[in-house]
């Protein structure tokens, strides 16, 4: 079974840019979707962006369309978000997931994921 560990995030100021990367062990990552998802406390945790096992698909949410990038490296088993032009509201403990289903797009659901990170706080200052 592949885990998976988060890095990159930190303490930004508005307009800033992080990128956090999600390392894979046990397992090839290029084995597994991935997605990213996000949660602040007394919400729900929320899809950010997905990647395809092959990385040809990928998928945002409307609130980080055109900010964030979501890029696998397999060679290093990693896979990134790219976050850009960050908005205190982005504020939150982001998480990556892998599944090895052999869907060919994206998955945005939570339970659709089998492997998860510990996570890493991501907070943006006004």
């Known amino acids: 079974q592949v885990q998976l560990v988060e890095s990159g995030g930190g303490l930004v100021q508005a307009g800033g840019s992080l990128r956090l990367s999600c390392a894979a062990s046990?397992?090839?990552?290029?084995?597994?979707?991935v997605g990213w998802f996000r949660q602040t406390p007394g919400k729900e945790r929320e899809f950010v962006a997905g990647?395809?096992?092959?990385?040809?698909?990928?998928y945002y949410s409307d609130s980080v369309k055109g900010r964030f990038t979501i890029s696998r490296e397999n060679v290093k088993n990693t896979v990134y978000l790219q976050m850009n032009s960050l908005k205190p509201e982005d504020t939150a403990v982001y998480y990556c997931?892998?599944?090895?289903?052999?869907?060919?797009?994206?998955?945005?659901?939570?339970?659709?994921?089998?492997?998860w990170g510990q996570g890493t706080q991501v907070t943006v200052s006004s």
């Open positions: 997931a892998g599944t090895p289903a052999t869907y060919g797009g994206v998955l945005v659901t939570p339970t659709s994921y089998d492997y």
């Open positions: 046990g397992r090839t990552i290029s084995s597994y979707a």
């Open positions: 990647i395809s096992k092959s990385g040809g698909s990928t």
